[in-house]
């Protein structure tokens, strides 16, 4: 069964300064990963996909497969990235079908 | 991309007692996901609901408990049954998008049972 963990509950940074929110993955396969973010009083959205290798928001995550890691990074925070980041997996060719979540990293960027 | 709405948005209840979730959908899409995440937890997958055909429940939860329905291409119901302060969370309904590498959520309902 497959499995992802969000070691950080909560994570503190100040505006200006990088962001790592890790995530580390258990799957046999080869999986597609996400990360989600939900802003305040929003709904949970797609941020970015593995498969995509894109930016959004000066947001970027690489998939590790060595270190069953997708962690996502950005190189200076902004307030507006204060938000709930959730990790998520789905098995190879599923797409976005039978996602499994993480318990999720709040981000808090200090003005 | 979609647009979801949820009723309620958020509920008390009783022990023992049932609750009807609605999810409603502005476009027909064939798949609906309900998910739930309760206090301090991820999202958990519930069901997926199929129009025309008997949701396929995910380890852990049965069709007595969480009782669905897809009557069709736009709209399902979660029944969350005989209620305890367990099932206190906040449920999730879902779509996959066009591409079918995204999902787009509902606002939740969050439901607190006492």
């Known amino acids: 069964a497959q499995r992802v963990t969000q070691p950080e509950k909560l994570l503190s940074v100040f505006k200006g300064a990088p962001v790592e929110l890790k995530c580390n993955y258990s799957?046999?396969?080869?999986?597609?990963l996400f990360w989600y973010v939900q802003y305040s009083r929003q709904r949970l959205q797609l941020l970015l996909r593995?498969?995509s290798r894109e930016s959004i928001k000066g947001f970027t995550a690489d998939l590790n497969k060595g270190e069953t890691s997708f962690h996502l990074k950005k190189p200076f925070a902004q307030e507006e990235d204060s938000a709930m980041y959730y990790c998520?997996?789905?098995?190879?060719?599923?797409?976005?079908?039978?996602?499994?979540f993480g318990k999720g990293t709040k981000l808090s960027v200090i003005p | 991309s979609a647009v979801i709405s949820q009723k309620p948005s958020r509920d008390i209840c009783q022990r023992g007692t049932s609750l009807t979730i609605q999810c409603q959908v502005d476009?027909?899409?064939?798949?609906m996901f309900w998910y739930r995440q309760q206090p301090g937890q991820s999202l958990t997958l519930i069901a997926t609901?199929?129009?025309?055909?008997?949701?396929?429940?995910e380890s852990g939860f049965v069709i007595d408990k969480f009782p669905i329905s897809r009557p069709n291409l736009t709209f399902s119901t979660l029944t969350v049954s005989n209620m305890s302060p367990e099932d206190s969370s906040i449920y999730l309904c879902?779509?996959?998008?066009?591409?079918?590498?995204?999902?787009?959520f509902g606002p939740g309902t969050r439901l607190t049972v006492l």
């Open positions: 879902s779509v996959p998008g066009t591409s079918f590498d995204e999902q787009f």
């Open positions: 799957y046999s396969g080869s999986p597609e």
């Open positions: 593995h498969i």
């Open positions: 998520a997996l789905s098995p190879s060719g599923a797409g976005s079908y039978q996602l499994t």
């Open positions: 476009s027909q899409v064939t798949m």
């Open positions: 609901a199929n129009q025309g055909s008997e949701a396929t429940y």
